[in-house]
């Protein structure tokens, strides 16, 4: 079974218009702090956040394989034309370390690696969202860094 | 459609196309196997990029071997392993994992060790008569370093440099430039050789693998994909996959290679910052490399990246294989994200690699078909049995006589 992520902080209404870091916002009915889901200029994405923003790759594979080709195919169809954008902003972060990454900014990195998760299906015309004739995905150990990023 | 034709390096005239493989995955052959071909041969156990500074250590359990190891690097700076056994009463050190310490304690009943082995803290010492704590240090097991690759041999009879023969010095920097970005294990109801077999010919390439790199390989000029170049050495064997310079790119795909390296490309390489051991031949549509490291072991090399299988038999028909896989140190997040393509793609194509290896067990294991019959593109394959059949005769020293070197033509200096 695959948790599904469930967005732990949702933006009060208006305060996505906010320019540039910090991201933080203060929720005034709650007084916690929130964050943003994505960074500003990809909020468009923020709906497909809670499904396919997934911590690393064993939960995005497992993600992929249990969801049906239509939802994986729309997926990847909402995406890819704003692949060059995601490449374009993370192409300005200087370094590749992960968790050296805001978390709106891991978010839009996760998103971005399920794209290429469902880009296999998809691209390769599979019948499902699995192989055909690949060894059983339930018994594929995912060893660091596959089961932490 | 012309073909291409395998340059072979090392004696490929004499292998046998028939070869007994029933007879390969039996009992009996692994218990033979285990003696004397794990025993003595230099295994690779992990990277010495795990141990990061004085006191570092991991455990590594082999099975194969009903050994524990402990794998430390010293205040020196050197690697060494040692049984995982303490030197009193035999208790099992660390029973698991990894970390850093000044000094190993044993929780028994106290004893210590230092990180190159030596025996340094005896409790209560004055109730032990004459002791000498020299003669109490960690039980070493032989331990060398190739480039960050870890090795050791239970009984070894050449050094790792004459193990690896010309390979040795051929990756100068190659490997340190890459850091790991995958790696998983699985536990399949096979026979080890079975294992590494699958992994080292590209004949299979054209139908396992049609779902998931169907182009990468061949193309026109080459549409059965020959291996353009192939060397057998003493024990181990290196080959290079043909490139397909008609490849079509998927637009996930070429977004990948614009931000990042072309990490899976067709026949647009510079090879003039390559080593000499990547791409031996200077191939001109070249892929990658396999080098099938004898006995368990399988290396692909490419140009930004690299991979290692290792195989560790628990029996004669289960098998623990552990895939590694590195690349490139992205120097942006773009880069990062561009590894993605390759990370993902590349596990598919393994667990398509892993899914005939439990049904072809299964099948041999009947005993219907005793032997096989293999083309010259799989002579990786009958290399393989011919080293290991080789090491399994009574008398090593004498079959290591008979085929060091002469089989093989000089050694050419790259
Ligand atoms: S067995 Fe280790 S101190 Fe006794
Ligand atoms: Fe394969």
Redesign the pocket.
């Known amino acids: 079974m695959i948790a599904r992520r469930v967005p732990r902080n949702r933006l009060p209404d208006g305060t996505s218009s906010d320019k540039g870091p910090p991201v933080a916002a203060v929720d005034d009915r709650s007084g916690a702090m929130t964050e943003r889901l994505l960074p500003p200029a990809f909020a468009d994405l923020e709906p497909l956040v809670a499904v396919w923003a997934l911590p690393n790759e064993a939960a995005r594979q497992v993600n992929r394989v249990g969801a049906d080709l239509e939802t994986v195919r729309t997926f990847y169809l909402a995406m890819l034309p704003r692949m060059p954008a995601v490449f374009d902003y993370f192409e300005r972060v200087g370094h590749g370390d992960l968790d050296r990454l805001a978390p709106e900014d891991r978010r839009l990195f996760q998103l971005a690696a399920s794209f290429y998760e469902a880009s296999h299906p998809v691209e390769m015309k599979w019948r499902r969202t699995d192989i055909d004739d690949a060894f059983p995905l339930g018994r594929l150990r995912f060893l660091p860094p596959s089961d932490r990023r | 459609m012309d073909d291409v034709e395998t340059q072979f390096r090392g004696d490929a005239e004499t292998l046998e196309a028939w070869v007994p493989l029933q007879e390969k995955i039996t009992a009996e052959r692994f218990a033979a196997e285990r003696e004397k071909i794990f025993r003595r041969s230099w295994l690779y156990i992990g990277k010495a990029t795990a141990l990061t500074q004085p006191g570092s250590y991991f455990v590594k359990e082999l099975p194969t071997l009903n050994a524990s190891l402990i794998i430390v690097r010293g205040t020196d700076g050197r690697v060494r392993a040692f049984h995982n056994i303490c030197r009193h009463r035999g208790n099992k050190l660390i029973r698991e994992g990894s970390g850093c310490e000044t000094a190993i304690r044993c929780g028994f009943h106290g004893w210590g060790f230092s990180p190159e082995g030596a025996c340094i803290v005896v409790t209560d010492e004055h109730q032990f008569p004459s002791l000498d704590k020299s003669k109490l240090g960690l039980i070493a097991v032989a331990c060398e370093v190739w480039n960050d690759f870890i090795f050791v041999n239970f009984a070894p009879e050449q050094t790792l440099a004459a193990w690896l023969e010309d390979m040795w010095d051929q990756y100068p920097g190659y490997f340190q430039q890459h850091e790991k970005i995958a790696s998983y294990s699985v536990e399949i109801e096979s026979n080890w050789n079975l294992g590494v077999n ?2 080292t010919e ?1 004949y ?2 054209l139908y ?2 049609r779902n998931t ?1 169907p182009d990468y390989q061949g193309g026109k000029t080459n549409p059965q994909r020959h291996r353009p170049y192939m060397q057998l050495m003493k024990h181990h064997t290196r080959y290079s996959a043909p490139a397909n310079p008609d490849h079509h790119e998927t637009p996930a795909e070429a977004l990948a290679w614009k931000h990042g390296h072309k990490m899976l490309p067709a026949a647009t390489f510079r090879h003039d910052d390559l080593v000499a051991g990547v791409n031996p031949s200077r191939a001109d549509k070249w892929l990658f490399d396999v080098v099938e490291l004898f006995p368990n072991n399988v290396m692909l090399t490419g140009q930004y990246w690299h991979m290692v299988l290792t195989f560790w038999p628990l029996a004669a028909n289960r098998t623990v294989m552990v895939q590694e896989a590195f690349a490139y140190k992205p120097k942006n997040m773009g880069e990062r994200l561009s590894q993605e393509f390759f990370r993902s793609r590349g596990r598919e ?2 667990r ?2 892993l899914n005939t290896l439990e049904a072809q067990h299964a099948a041999l294991s009947s005993g219907a078909m005793k032997h096989a019959y293999l083309s010259r593109q799989e002579a990786a394959i009958l290399h393989h049995y011919r080293v290991a059949d080789g090491m399994l005769q009574d008398d090593p020293q004498a079959w290591f006589e008979r085929i060091g070197g002469a089989a093989l033509p000089p050694q050419e200096k790259r």
């Open positions: 699958s992994f590209g299979h390439t396992i693998h790199v194509v393994l398509e690699d």
